[in-house]
Nanobody
Framework: QVQLVESGGGLVQPGGSLRLSCTAS????????MGWYRQAPGKQRELVAR???????NYADSVKGRFTISRDNAKNTVYLQMNSLKPEDTAVYFC?????????WGQGTQVTVSS
């Protein structure tokens, strides 16, 4: 069983930055596709960014040019660097690990962008 532990959320002013981290247990991280999703109140969960084990990263249009996803396989950790944050980025952010036909989720970390 894979466990994902997220950190790095918090309250930030518009235009500010945050970096989210997600560390996975076990030994499958390096072959897994990793992603960050978010869910705002009253809305469906949506993909923010995805980084496969091999290949090209992809981003939601709403975050392109502002967010960067990266991974460190030696640390079993995926990151989401968020710059130029906007109030509409406010949501609970979830880490996702996808391997073969299995999906694992973190507990979520709250990001609030407000002045």
């Amino acid at each position: 069983q894979v466990q994902l532990v997220e950190s790095g959320g918090g309250l930030v002013q518009p235009g500010g930055s945050l970096r989210l981290s997600c560390t996975a247990s076990g030994s499958i991280f390096r072959i897994a596709n990793m992603g960050w999703y978010r869910q705002a109140p009253g809305k469906q969960r949506e993909l923010v960014a995805r980084i496969p084990s091999i290949g090209i990263t992809n981003y939601a249009d709403s975050v392109k040019g502002r967010f960067t996803i990266s991974r460190d396989n030696a640390k079993n950790t995926v990151y989401l660097q968020m710059n130029s944050l906007k109030p509409e980025d406010t949501a609970v952010y979830f880490c996702n690990l996808n391997v073969v036909r299995s999906d694992y989720w973190g507990q979520g970390t709250q990001v609030t962008v407000s002045s």
